[in-house]
């Protein structure tokens, strides 16, 4: 696969073309299942990962390691990442993955129309899956695109006559203060997501997917200041509601998710961190299915109050520091086709546009995969991203404006 950023106004240290040798595997159905997926960088071994999307063991209606459900559509639609974490390689298209846990469901064997009860624990946490970094010599090197810059110079007073020289660091927590965690999900539901009437509503008590990054910086400015980022991990209690009614070429659906962060432990005064609130989220949708074309429209409303940023820096480390959600309120359309038999087959076309309601700001991503034969296919795509300076709740999209890029591969299935 070849990575190329097509932006004039990108730049970086590492160049704007990159090269991946992947693979990927997923299992059928059974008792042991697994999918998981890597790819490395010759030319940046930073620029490398691997995301294990699931992988679990399953005996009747018991799971026990990583794995997926639907525990709220919104969650998963708009990828916010509340209630199950997110692989965040490239935070502009971001993917689902797994609770780590034993599951356990409870229902009827009715292949129409199922209904029961779903359960989840665990004592294991495993956050969302970022960009990887380099640090040297107290700065973050432009190595990865796709991780968050911190500066090196920062305006500590309002008549710009201090500045500071900052030398990073990265405080590595204790990782069983860190992954051993508890967590507790409930879902009832009743019937298929794409088939006839389905019903669902979960609610849960677990770490937040998305660490606290609180920096310490209570030193007064001088020509040079060691900054340190402290990740801290906060619970929160979340509860999801989605109803969706599928008929013979169209379904509609609505959708609720409510996120109630807990205040985090006891932090040292020096710290600064962002002080996140309750937020409600509603998302309906309507969409069409055809054979081979499928094209829905969805809306998503964000309410609840501004977060704010606490510490002796607060103004001045405030757009430094990660928000809860990188957009606002937001419309989205999203294009699917897959050829038949007599023109082209094996060839599928599928494009999203997000377009924010209230700011200005909007992300189109679509893509191409052509079926050669049963083992060979080539794919490509295309993301645009764009963001004006003036918009107040599209951190993610300004910090990644620049980004625009093409991609291209070809895979083999064995």
Known sequence: ??????????????????????????????????????????????????????????????????????????DDHW????????????PLVPESQGLTGIFWTIGNDDQTHPMGLRLFVSDLYLPDQGASYQLQNGSFQSVNPWFQQMPTQIQFDASGKVVNHLNWDVQIPDTSKVVLRPSAMAQYFYGHEH????????????????????????????????????????????????????????????????????????????????????????????????????????????????????????QVLAPYLPQQIGFGSAVQLEASYVFGRRFLPGLKLSSTYLQGAQDDFALWNSSARYKISRQWSVDGSVLLVRAAASSATASLFQQFQNNDMTTMGVNYAF
């Open 79 to 90: 990828h916010l990442g509340f209630v199950q974490p997110q692989f965040r390689w490239d």
């Open 195 to 314: 088939k006839d009437l389905y019903a669902a509503a979960s609610v849960g008590y677990k770490p937040s997917n998305q660490l606290l990054m609180a920096v310490n910086s209570g030193t007064l400015p001088t020509p040079q200041t060691d900054v340190t980022i402290v990740p801290e991990v906060y619970n929160h209690t979340v509860g999801a509601i989605d109803i969706r009614q599928s008929f013979q070429s169209w379904y509609l659906g609505m959708s609720a998710l409510v996120e109630n962060p807990a205040s985090p432990e006891s932090l040292p005064s020096n710290l600064n961190y962002r002080v996140y609130n309750s937020r409600q989220m509603y998302s309906p949708t309507v969409g069409i299915k055809t054979s081979g074309l499928e094209i829905s429209v969805s809306y998503l409303d964000i309410e609840g109050q501004s977060d704010f940023v606490s510490g002796p820096q607060s």
């Open 1 to 74: 696969m070849s990575e190329s950023f097509i932006s004039p106004d990108y730049s970086s240290s590492a160049g704007s073309s990159f090269q991946f040798l992947g693979a990927k595997f997923q299992s059928s159905p059974g008792a042991f299942n697994a999918n998981v997926a890597g790819a490395f960088s010759p030319q940046q071994s930073v620029l490398s990962y691997a995301n294990v999307k699931e992988l679990y063991y399953s005996t009747g209606g018991l799971q026990l390691g990583r794995k997926k459900f639907d525990w709220s559509l919104l």
